[in-house]
């Protein structure tokens, strides 16, 4: 990433490769991140199971005591989907910062906190209560972790090919 103006060639299936890999990555960043949050305080499938119930049942975040396997099913897949989306989104910003950016690392920076501001008003419009009965500290740390190994996926894979 250091000539921003070298020509590179990427194809459709590197592009497919990075937004696959990444969103995976990121997502299941985000995932063991609060499984483990989940155990430790002796709630395995909390937090899938409070989002699923909010954004699919309506139920009121503080009124979500018991982890119910459906509503974490249908939120594992909406995951899935906006982990998707996000590798894709991801991918392409990266070749494209990759290809034009005199500066990469800030405006990577600059993606992080529009990708942080957008969940945050995501999960206000979704989900409104979710990130109070969560923390936001803990919402806030999971999608800087998932960010960091998305992008450390990105620079790797793509030190290799460059």
Known sequence: MSNPTRTLS???EDFLYDAFYGGALGGSVIALFFLVVDLVEGRPLYTP???????????????????????????????????????????????EVELRARR?????????????GASLIAALV???????????????LANLLAAAAMGAFLLVTHSRAG
Do not use: C, K, N, W
Not at 54 to 59: D, L, R
Not at 63 to 90: C, K, N, P, Q, W
Not at 104 to 116: Q, R, T
Not at 133 to 139: D, T
């Open 10 to 12: 990427r194809t459709t």
């Open 49 to 95: 199971s409070l989002l699923g119930s909010v954004i699919f049942a309506g139920a009121a975040p503080s009124s979500v005591t018991e982890v119910r396997l459906d509503m974490v099913a249908y939120f594992t897949l909406i995951h899935l989907l906006v982990f998707g989306v996000l590798g894709m989104l991801f991918a392409f910003l990266f070749h």
């Open 104 to 116: 990469p690392i800030e405006v990577l920076l600059l993606f992080f906190l529009i990708f942080e």
């Open 126 to 140: 979704l989900a409104p209560g979710v990130t109070q009965q969560l923390g936001a500290f803990r919402v806030f």
